[in-house]
């Protein structure tokens, strides 16, 4: 069965500093996957996605993300993190008509 | 991007009565939506997949008789939740896909506190 694993359930940086969110998923097939951010109390908005082709993909708000096939990895940067930043921060991978979401990742930013 | 619309953000309702959701897509047609649970600081929880004009599919363990789904048009489909617990409190998402398009675009959420 398709699965995604943010191994991470809680980080905490400062703010400047460098990011890195971790995604491992389980699909049989080339992947569909994406990076949702999520605001308390609000929707998902998505940062990133991929498809196919280059496997360093860029997003909005400055992330980006690397797709690597041998790691069943699609892990999420940001060179600098700003206090808005923090969310909460959704792996999913697309299949059939649906979404696999994983866990998530809550993301803190200290001043 | 495509806009998606849910409403509303934040309901109150007493044990026992019925509340509906809405989801709208504004700027394109959705034959299929989807709804969403979720708990606190949990992931999001696939409920169902509403088609336009015919049955939602239920995923496994989600008693279609308690949350009701309705996709009566292109743009709209209602999610009911009927005789309430406190148990179904709980945070609510609707997406849908315009036709050809992967991604999927996500509802604002509504928070249902059922008391």
């Known amino acids: 069965a398709q699965s995604v694993t943010q191994p991470d359930i809680h980080i905490t940086v400062s703010e400047g500093a460098s990011l890195e969110l971790r995604c491992n998923y389980s699909?049989?097939?080339?992947?569909?996957l994406f990076w949702y951010v999520q605001s308390p109390g609000q929707g998902l908005q998505l940062l990133l996605k991929?498809?196919?082709?280059?496997?360093l993909v860029q997003g909005i708000k400055g992330f980006e993300a690397e797709f690597k096939r041998s790691q069943s990895s699609f892990n999420l940067r940001k060179p600098s993190v700003h206090w808005s930043d923090a969310a909460e921060y959704f792996c999913?991978?697309?299949?059939?008509?649906?979404?696999?979401f994983g866990p998530g990742t809550r993301l803190s930013v200290l001043p | 991007g495509a806009v998606v619309s849910q409403h509303p953000s934040r309901v109150i309702c007493k044990s026992g009565t019925s509340v509906k959701i809405e989801c709208r897509s504004l700027?394109?047609?959705?034959?299929?939506m989807f709804w969403y649970r979720q708990f606190p600081k949990k992931s999001l929880m696939l409920m169902a997949t509403?088609?336009?004009?015919?049955?939602?599919?239920?995923e496994q363990g989600v008693e279609k008789d308690k949350f009701l789904i309705n996709h009566a048009s292109l743009t709209l489909s209602t999610l009911t939740v009927t005789s309430a617990h406190p148990e179904d409190s709980s945070f609510y998402i609707c997406s849908a896909r315009p036709p050809g398009v992967t991604e999927a675009f996500f509802g604002q959420g509504t928070r249902l506190t059922v008391v």
């Open positions: 700027d394109f047609q959705a034959t299929t």
């Open positions: 991929y498809f196919s082709g280059d496997t």
């Open positions: 509403s088609n336009e004009g015919s049955k939602a599919t239920y």
């Open positions: 699909y049989g097939a080339t992947p569909y």
């Open positions: 999913a991978v697309h299949y059939g008509q649906n979404f696999v």
